[in-house]
């Protein structure tokens, strides 16, 4: 399992030799756009979940922030946006959901005042808990195809999500074994993703993948400044994969993740 993207697709390997990175024209994130967390469901107002949201707050800040992860993608002309408080739903989700659902629901947070409405400059993480399984298609389901995904309500005219089922219990942490590590690894993929092709397809993609996407078949285990985990993106400056800054424990995996390894997708 690994991360998926949708609905520009996703190649379980990369073609050889030096990547070609395009731009196809599509809306990217601008300096100073704004994330906004969803935390969908009754568990987030308990003591073990309001702890979580505490923990994800951190790390949704220290990942958008961060001048080497975040910052480095001023290569894309793409810019570091700010964090607003984040909004809990306090209707718990059904145990499975589709895309569709979410896109409904997030509409009608944003009509009813529920979430800030943030038009096409911004972006939403919605974070869903446990025991809930979200279906890109009747063959998709989060933990078993995927991880986590980003996508649009209508195109380049937003507004732009990313949906993060709780932490899958195998395929999506290729380097420890804490939930909150899983969870991190993908959402920043997500953020970064979201950021460089905000209507997916149409912004920066090499092939039908996405930055991270490419860098995920040979997989390093890479840390931010302040200790969170991180998929690496293209660096198209360098011609090779984001790394980590020293000392952050950064790790490549042996194994090539399309042959030895489960996958489930992170969404782009």
């Known amino acids: 399992m690994w991360h998926f993207a949708r609905p520009c697709g996703h190649r379980s390997s990369s073609a050889a030799g030096s990547p070609r990175v395009k731009y196809n024209g599509g809306p990217l994130w601008k300096t100073g756009y704004t994330w906004q967390s969803v935390y969908w469901g009754t568990y987030f107002t308990t003591p073990s979940g309001s702890s979580w949201v505490k923990r994800v707050d951190d790390a949704v800040l220290n990942i958008e922030t961060d001048k080497a992860y975040s910052g480095g993608l001023s290569e894309y002309n793409v810019g570091i946006g700010r964090v607003i408080p984040h909004t809990i739903i306090k209707t718990s989700p059904p145990g499975r959901l589709s895309d569709l659902q979410i896109k409904q629901a997030l509409t009608g947070w944003i009509s009813q005042g529920a979430v800030s409405?943030?038009?096409t400059e911004g972006a939403y993480n919605i974070f869903l808990p446990p025991g809930v399984t979200v279906s890109l298609s009747p063959l998709e389901a989060s933990c078993k195809v995927f991880c986590d995904y980003h996508n649009t309500v209508n195109n380049a005219k937003g507004p732009f999500y990313t949906v993060e089922p709780y932490p899958c219990p195998q395929g999506c942490n290729q380097c420890t074994?804490?939930?909150?590590?899983?969870?991190?690894q993908g959402l920043s993929e997500e953020i970064v993703e979201l950021k460089t092709d905000m209507d997916p397809g149409t912004g920066w993609v090499i092939g039908n993948e996405e930055l991270c996407d490419y860098c995920n078949t040979k997989f390093v285990c890479n840390r931010i400044s302040t200790g969170?985990?991180?998929?690496?993106?293209?660096?198209?400056?360098k011609n090779a994969c984001w790394k980590g800054p020293a000392g952050q424990g950064s790790e490549l995996l042996s194994s090539d993740l399309d042959t030895n390894r489960a996958r489930v997708g992170t969404g782009s």
């Open 117 to 119: 409405s943030l038009g």
């Open 177 to 184: 074994s804490d939930p909150f590590d899983t969870l991190t």
């Open 228 to 237: 969170e985990y991180v998929n690496a993106w293209y660096d198209k400056g």
